[in-house]
């Protein structure tokens, strides 16, 4: 997304990173170690880049699910797609709501249940399509249109062994997940120019620590980016209830060009009884970290979980 390059001159200023999360498809997510987060996409340098191409069978698919048979294209296509073999759609689990906030609906929240009766678990998927007829001027007491660029999304009452996992589904226009964390925190990320490699200070990877409960972890807004973070602002503790999702998705065009409006399909799977996912209050984090000059935002709303547990 935004300032275009050629995809391999991408992948050649950041490479496939070591500590890039190595498999296809789902990953377990850590709960101990140097980082509560694995790497997902390479491509688009967290959305300072442009991110228009697709993972492949080869190349810069971890998370990603992937169908080999279509390659290049992902497998999934919409979110009411199984994603992966063995799994069903739980009936009843088709959800679609609202998120409002600075006085308008800013985005429609899509979530299904699909569950394995045979391993027992099940995966939850969630989808934000932001509206592309308001203005998500999160400052509307400041002149001119200030457009949400959201960073992350975090969801909460997930407890237990977590793997994770996203689709672009078969189109270009969503946005990647570029980190998947088991974390309540997110942590900003900002660009060097030319934007093909994040500034000094800021980690792929934050390393595991910090406050629980911090919700944006960072600078803070840089009217002249990119700031220089301290290691303790480049940090993220594990959660036991929690996975953050960093990507970047908009409804208005940002301050770095124009919009992925849709997130991509989100993933989190783990054991389940049932496919049970009632509505959580205050279980969804819509944040904008700051990845350019913009301040912090917080939206809070809610989401189906299988837990009801929300400690950070």
């Keep these: 997304m935004k300032k275009s390059i050629m995809q391999a001159a991408i992948l050649a200023a950041l490479g496939i990173s070591a500590t890039q999360a190595s498999a ?3 990953v377990t997510l850590p709960t101990s170690g140097t980082s509560a987060y694995v790497q997902c996409r390479v491509a ?24 080999v048979a279509s390659s290049p294209y992902n497998a999934v296509s919409t979110i009411n797609s199984v994603p992966e073999t063995g799994y069903s759609l739980v009936v009843g689990s088709a959800v679609t709501s609202s998120i409002t906030a600075f006085s308008e609906t800013v985005a429609t929240l899509n979530e299904r ?30 002149s001119g249109t200030q457009g949400l660029e959201v960073n992350d999304f975090a969801f909460g009452g997930y407890s237990g062994t977590v793997s994770a996992a996203y689709s672009k589904g078969n189109t270009s226009t969503l946005s990647s997940a570029y980190r998947i964390g088991r974390t309540f925190t997110s942590v900003q990320m900002q660009s060097a120019s030319p934007f093909t490699s ?4 800021y980690l792929v990877l934050p390393t595991a620590g910090g406050t629980a409960g911090t919700e944006i972890n960072g600078v803070g807004q840089t009217l ?15 959660s036991a209830n929690w996975v953050d999702y960093t990507v970047d998705t908009s409804g208005v065009a940002d301050e770095d060009g124009f919009p992925n409006i849709n997130s991509p399909i989100m993933y989190i799977k783990q ?40 400690t950070p």
Aim: aromatic share 6%; net charge neutral; hydrophobic share 30%.
């Design 24 to 26: 296809t498809g789902f």
């Design 44 to 67: 688009g340098n967290f959305g300072s880049q442009s991110d228009n191409t697709l993972p492949t069978t080869t190349t810069d698919n971890a998370c990603a699910i992937l169908d």
């Design 113 to 142: 249940v699909f569950r394995n009766a045979t391993t027992g678990e099940c995966i939850y998927a969630k989808q934000v399509l932001m509206s592309s007829s308001t203005t998500h001027d999160y400052n509307p007491q400041l």
């Design 198 to 201: 994040p500034a000094t200070g």
């Design 224 to 238: 002249s980016p990119p700031g220089s973070p301290t290691a303790a602002q480049q940090q993220a503790p594990f």
């Design 271 to 310: 054991s389940c009884t049932s496919g049970s996912a009632p509505a959580l209050a205050n279980s969804f984090k819509i944040r904008q970290t700051g990845q350019e000059s913009q301040p912090w935002v917080t939206i809070t709303t809610s989401s189906r979980a299988p837990g009801t547990t929300l």
